[in-house]
C-alpha cells in the first residue's frame, strides 16, 4: 500500500497538473470507486460538473483538494490506485486501461486526470463538510477527522506522540502503523526507522525510554523525507506517480525485503519476522532489543 512518501509524490504531481482548473465532466467507469458517495454514480458525476479544484493538501496516506462549491473532493489511493495526468499522446493508451475507474476532463481540455485502480480498495469521495485541524489552520474533511497529523503537519507535536507511544503495551512497530498516533508510517518505513533507530520491532513500546522513542520518530521523519525527495518506493508497477514514473527509494533500503542481504551498519544477514498478517525486516545483531 502507498505510505506517506508515495502520496505524497501523487500530491505534488496533482497539484502541478491539476491544481486551478475547472472540471467539465467526470465520469465513473466502475461504481466501487465512488462507494462512500451515498446518491450514487451520477450524483457524483453531476456535483463535480462546473467546480473549480483548489491547492491539493495530504494529511498521512490520504490527500484531498478543496472545491470552489465549497466541498471537498477526498482520494485514497488503496493498495493499488494511481492518479494519472494525460494529454493527446497518452490518453488513449489509458482508456485502454481495463482498471481506469474514473476520468475527470477539465474546461481547458488540456490533461486529463485518470484514476487507476486494479484491486479496487482506492476511492474518490465528495465531503460536504470539513473541521479545522488542531491549530486552526487547516481544513480537514470531516471523514478524515480521526486521522492523526503525520510528521511533515504543522499540527504535529512530537513530545505530545512520545507520551502516547509511551503509554502503550503493543509492540512498538504496532505503535508506529497506529494512524491515531501518527498517521503515514507503513511497514516499509516502520521496518527503516527501526533498523536506524536499532531497535527490534516486538518490543513493548512502555519499556523503551522516552528518547528512544523520540528518536525512533524522528528517524521515521528522516527516511520519509529521503524517500519523499526521490518519489518513493516502487516494487512493482502498481505505485507510479502522476507521471506514470516509479520512485527510486528501493534502492536506499536497509532492511525491508532484504531478507539474506548483509547488514549495511554490521554485515549480518538481514531476517523476516512474521508480524501479524504481514513481514518484518530486522538485523539480529543491531536490532536485538
Request: charged share 25%; aromatic share 8%.
Amino acid at each position: 500500500m502507498p505510505e506517506l512518501p508515495e502520496v505524497e509524490s501523487v500530491r505534488i504531481g496533482s497539484q502541478d497538473w491539476f491544481s486551478g482548473r475547472r472540471i467539465r465532466t467526470v465520469r465513473v467507469f466502475n461504481s466501487r470507486s465512488v462507494r462512500h458517495h451515498e446518491q450514487g454514480v451520477g450524483d457524483f458525476e453531476d456535483r463535480l460538473a462546473g467546480v473549480r479544484l483548489g491547492d491539493f493538501v495530504r494529511r498521512g496516506k490520504f490527500m484531498w483538494v478543496p472545491l470552489d462549491s465549497g466541498d471537498l473532493l477526498t482520494f485514497h489511493l488503496g493498495m493499488s490506485g494511481q492518479i494519472r495526468a494525460s494529454g493527446s499522446g497518452g490518453r488513449a493508451e489509458l482508456e485502454k486501461n481495463p482498471h481506469l475507474r474514473v476520468t475527470i476532463e477539465f474546461d481547458d481540455q488540456r490533461e486529463v486526470l485518470h484514476f487507476v485502480d486494479q484491486r479496487t480498495f482506492g476511492y474518490l469521495r465528495i465531503d460536504t463538510a470539513a473541521v479545522l485541524s488542531e491549530t486552526g489552520e487547516l481544513p480537514i474533511p470531516e471523514s478524515l477527522a480521526h486521522i492523526a497529523p503525520d510528521p511533515f503537519d504543522p499540527d504535529f507535536d512530537l513530545d505530545m506522540v512520545v507520551a502516547k507511544a509511551k503509554s502503550k503495551r503493543s509492540p512498538i512497530k504496532s505503535v508506529l502503523l497506529d494512524q491515531s498516533v501518527v498517521s503515514g508510517i507503513g511497514n516499509i518505513y516502520a521496518d527503516e526507522a527501526l533498523w536506524r533507530a536499532q531497535i527490534r520491532w516486538s518490543t513493548e513500546a512502555s519499556r523503551l525510554s522516552v528518547g528512544r522513542i523520540r528518536a525512533l520518530y524522528q528517524a521515521a521523519t528522516e527516511v520519509m523525507t529521503e524517500a519523499i525527495a526521490v518519489g518513493g518506493t516502487s516494487f512493482d508497477a502498481l505505485y507510479v506517480n502522476v507521471n506514470g514514473e516509479s520512485g527510486y527509494f528501493e534502492r536506499s533500503l536497509h532492511s525491508y525485503g532484504r531478507e539474506g542481504e548483509p547488514c549495511d551498519r554490521c554485515g549480518s544477514l538481514i531476517i523476516r519476522e512474521r508480524f501479524a498478517n504481514r513481514s518484518s525486516f530486522r538485523c539480529p545483531d543491531c536490532q536485538r532489543r
